[in-house]
């Protein structure tokens, strides 16, 4: 009854055929019936763990499809949780679906892995593919953003590619209908004063990439693409003296005052696109004192902003 009330089965009205749906064979399925050809022939769901000190080690632990146990969803869901959370301060153990003193990492690092998961395109050739190591943790799925890079931080809105899949994960008390369960992320990282996490999309393949720094957002020794995300970050001039982020922010209202692109701002104020498009462009947006220029295709590459009118 369970699994036909979030739609993993379901009876056909026209032949009164009953079975599991799509949805219900990625979370409970074998792993020989998913990856048939007549449901996701090219499911694969990986966890590499790389904690060694030892460079030649590809991994210090793995799970993936081994055939040891059903690669479903449900299975890797829990299995994957788990291995994370230990990994984290004040480490517990999941009883069955029972969840105890879980930290605000916990719920951070919990709902990027159910955000994988709920966008992930199963239809598309690729691989989920979370990888722990020392300073990050990667959550890579196929497909491509519904949303633009911009919603996704400012959690205002969201279109899930797997609503079953997701209704499943609400049902269990994770996940978040309301948004795209980047408000827990970001606000997560912004808590634990991690870097502000960066969502990078691939295309051919097309993938989208969740990477969740776990520095602390002052350790400005750690950089990704020869930039640092500081939740707390505050800018300089071209005189090097220390900008406040209200400072910063009437500085990008008097640069909107003509359509503008991220890039162009942070040419022009020194800060890193992540920064700008984590923080300050969404929280911007939400005060109304920017608006886009292309507000019904949000995920265009050609996005700019200026000063609402």
């Known amino acids: 009854m369970y699994k036909r009330q979030i739609g993993a089965y ?27 050809q007549a449901c996701c022939p090219w499911y694969f769901v990986d966890y590499q763990e790389k904690l060694s000190n030892n460079t030649n080690e590809r991994w210090s632990d793995r799970i993936y499809a081994d055939g040891s146990w059903n690669a479903n969803l449900y299975q890797f869901f829990f299995k994957v ?26 719920i951070t690092v919990r709902e990027a892995l159910v955000n994988c998961i709920v966008h992930c395109n199963y239809a598309e050739q690729g691989n989920i593919l979370i990888v722990r190591e020392k300073d990050k943790i990667t959550f890579r799925n196929p497909g491509r953003m519904l949303i633009s890079v911009d ?20 049902q269990l008390g994770y996940g978040e209908k309301a948004g ?27 993938t989208v990439s969740l990477y969740l720094y776990l520095n602390k957002a002052n350790d400005t020794s750690y950089d990704t ?43 022009k104020t020194g800060k890193s696109r992540q920064y700008l498009r984590g923080r300050i462009i969404p929280e911007m947006l939400k005060l109304g004192l920017l608006e886009k220029q292309y507000p019904d295709a949000s995920t265009s590459p050609n996005q700019k902003y200026r000063k609402k009118q």
């Open 225 to 267: 693409n020869g930039t640092s995300y500081d939740a707390n970050d505050t800018s300089s001039n071209e005189h090097g003296q220390r900008l406040t982020k209200e400072t910063l922010i009437n500085r990008v209202l008097e640069l909107c005052e003509d359509w503008i692109t991220i890039d162009e701002i942070s040419e």
């Open 81 to 106: 949780y788990n291995k994370l959370a230990q990994t984290l301060p004040a480490p517990f153990l999941l009883n069955g679906i029972e969840r105890t003193e879980e930290t605000s990492a916990h």
């Open 151 to 170: 919603d996704f931080y400012v959690g205002s809105q969201s279109v899930c590619r797997n609503p079953i899949i997701q209704k499943f994960f609400i």
């Open 10 to 36: 379901r009876v056909d009205r026209e032949n009164g055929q009953e079975g599991f749906t799509r949805a219900g064979i990625l979370m409970f399925g074998k792993t020989e019936s998913i990856t048939d």
């Open 180 to 206: 795209s369960g980047a408000d827990y992320i970001v606000k997560g990282a912004i808590d634990n004063k991690w870097h502000i996490p960066a969502l990078v999309e691939h295309v051919q393949p097309d």
